[in-house]
Nanobody
Framework: VQLQASGGGLVQDGGSLRLSCAAS????????VYWYRQAPGEDRELVAS???????DYAASVKGRFTISRSVAENTLSLQMNSLKPEDTGRYYC?????WGQGTLVTVSS
């Protein structure tokens, strides 16, 4: 399965972005799906996850601002990011099961 992440870019503090991850094959509703991010010089961290029919978890730093979702019909995984902060800057990676996307860069300017 190949994953193609998109939607990153440069945004001002307080802005919004929507990341998408397109899968080359069907995403089963039972697949575990995730978004991670890696800031420069930092370890990769889990931002959001969705398991099964809708058990969702968020990192404390993004809770209330980010929303993970998926479309089985469109084979896509999304991450809506609102009220972005400079500390949200990093490369964002999608993961479905054992497969990883290549990452999309998000830069939030102050």
């Amino acid at each position: 399965v190949q994953l193609q992440a998109s939607g990153g870019g440069l945004v001002q503090d307080g802005g919004s972005l929507r990341l998408s991850c397109a899968a080359s094959k069907r995403i089963s509703v039972t697949n575990r799906v995730y978004w991670y991010r890696q800031a420069p010089g930092e370890d990769r961290e889990l931002v959001a996850s969705m398991i099964g029919g809708g058990h969702i978890d968020y990192a404390a730093s993004v809770k209330g601002r980010f929303t993970i979702s998926r479309s089985v019909a469109e084979n896509t995984l999304s991450l809506q990011m609102n009220s972005l902060k400079p500390e949200d800057t990093g490369r964002y990676y999608c993961r479905i099961g054992q497969y990883w996307g290549q990452g999309t860069l998000v830069t939030v300017s102050s």
